[in-house]
């Protein structure tokens, strides 16, 4: 098993960053890429960015392109997702997830952190 927790949520004002933060233990080790999810009120979950352990090839979704960045410290297991020029449609819970497959299909998710953006 994987587990995921993520933190580093919280209020902020428009235009205004944050860095979320999702430590991973248990079999990590067994997982090749790891990706940030995003589910605001009353709207279905919707990818935000991916990224591989190794190689930290990136892929992400194109309403955070160019604000959003993921990363990740292999020797710590965490993967990282600054936030820069946060707007208001940024509010929603952000959740970390874990995949061992050679798909995207991801079998490990994080409890969430809620991300709120004022105007």
């Known amino acids: 098993q994987v587990q995921l927790v993520e933190s580093g949520g919280g209020l902020v004002q428009g235009g205004g960053s944050l860095r979320l933060s999702c430590a991973a233990s248990g079999r990590s080790f067994s997982t090749n890429v790891m990706a940030w999810f995003r589910q605001a009120p009353g709207k279905e979950r919707e990818f935000v960015a991916r990224i591989r352990w190794s190689g930290g090839n990136t892929h992400y979704a194109d309403s955070v392109k160019g604000r959003f960045t993921i990363s990740r410290d292999n020797a710590k297991n965490t993967v990282y997702l600054q936030m820069n020029s946060l707007k208001p449609e940024d509010t929603a819970v952000y959740f970390c997830?874990?995949?061992?497959?050679?798909?995207?299909?991801?079998?490990?998710w994080g409890q969430g952190t809620q991300v709120t953006v004022s105007l």
């Open positions: 997830a874990a995949t061992s497959s050679s798909s995207y299909t991801f079998d490990y």
